[in-house]
């Protein structure tokens, strides 16, 4: 299997299982990837989604070269096309979403990161958009993430040096969250997802959008997202719930409704 699923009170597991291919993606590997993403959309039970790499190497480095070697130029663009369609899709996932770099985060590997909300690597993580010096550009979303993360000035440094870097680096650039030891990885994960599910599901999601949808226009109109955002909270149980909790001195049990 390409993939590996693992649910956990509520947090969804889901690792790139290549580990011989540094879990680089083919297009059999993105294509179940895309069907996971588009169901865990709508999977009510998934409040916190990690994505992470098999083995103890690398989370992804990037499209499988192997396979594109062989590839016409219409199936590379083929490729290319569904990579950025399903990283897509994970930067809209309605939860929020970890990336655990668990080692080498090379190209579409990178991307990936960058479609996730937080990103926790290992000290030994090596990571970067070496893109151009195949020949090509990021075309998964780096040359448009990226920036947005760090500015553009600092962004095209790193795209058009096609710079490899350290997982410190990438911290002090204020490109991972956190920077931990190999065996404090998947803990980290959990313990900012457990952290995150103490919280109402639909307020969750709600604020994910209201942060993601504001930062892609100007103030007035992301005010206006965020009032529309808070307005589907009102009617929630989950309010009403925190109220009651809050009222009666116990902690809010969440149901997502």
Same mark, same amino acid.
Not at 49 to 65: E, H, N, P, W
Not at 85 to 110: C, H, K, M, R, S
Not at 196 to 212: E, F, G
Not at 237 to 252: I, M
């Given at each position: ?6 649910? !956990? !009170? ?10 011989? @291919?540094?879990?680089?993606?083919? +297009? ?16 009510? $039970? ?7 790499? @098999?083995?103890? %190497? ?10 594109? %070697?062989?590839?016409?130029?219409? /199936?590379?663009?083929?490729?290319? %096309? ?9 930067? !809209? ?10 080692? +080498? ?5 990178? /991307? ?18 070496? $893109? ?16 947005? #993360?760090?500015? /553009?000035? *600092? ?12 997982? @410190? ?8 969250? +956190?920077?931990? =030891? ?8 959990? /313990? ?11 307020? #969750? ?13 100007? #103030?007035? =109109?992301? #005010?206006?997202?965020?009032? *529309? ?14 109220? $009651? @909790?809050? =009222?009666? *001195?116990? %902690? ?6």
């Amino acid at each position: 299997m390409n993939l590996l699923i693992e649910r !956990n !009170n509520h947090i969804v597991t889901v690792t790139l299982n290549r580990e011989e @291919a540094l879990n680089c993606f083919n +297009y059999e590997t993105l294509q179940e990837l895309g069907n996971v993403v588009d169901s865990l959309a709508t999977e009510k $039970e998934a409040r916190v989604i990690i994505f992470t790499g @098999a083995g103890g %190497k690398a989370f992804s480095a990037g499209a499988d070269l192997k396979e594109r %070697k062989h590839l016409t130029e219409q /199936e590379v663009k083929r490729n290319v %096309k569904k990579i950025r369609e399903v990283f897509d899709a994970v930067a !809209n996932l309605p939860q929020p979403t970890i990336a655990a770099v668990n080692g +080498y985060a090379f190209g579409g590997g990178f /991307e990936l990161m960058l479609a996730c909300d937080f990103r926790i690597a290992v000290e030994e993580a090596k990571m970067g958009l070496t $893109e151009v010096s195949w020949g090509i550009i990021p075309g998964a979303g780096g040359t448009q993430r990226l920036p947005r #993360l760090i500015g /553009e000035t *600092k962004a095209k440094e790193l795209i058009f040096t096609a710079r490899k870097f350290s997982a @410190a680096q990438a911290l002090q650039d204020g490109i991972v969250n +956190y920077v931990v =030891s190999k065996d404090q990885l998947m803990v980290k994960c959990m /313990e900012l997802a457990e952290e995150m599910l103490n919280n109402a599901p639909v307020a #969750l999601q709600q604020a994910k959008y209201a942060i993601t949808m504001g930062m892609n226009t100007d #103030l007035h =109109s992301g #005010l206006l997202i965020e009032g *529309k955002a808070y307005e589907l909270t009102i009617p929630t149980k989950d309010r009403v719930e925190a109220l $009651e @909790a809050f =009222s009666e *001195k116990r %902690k809010p049990v969440f149901k997502g409704e």
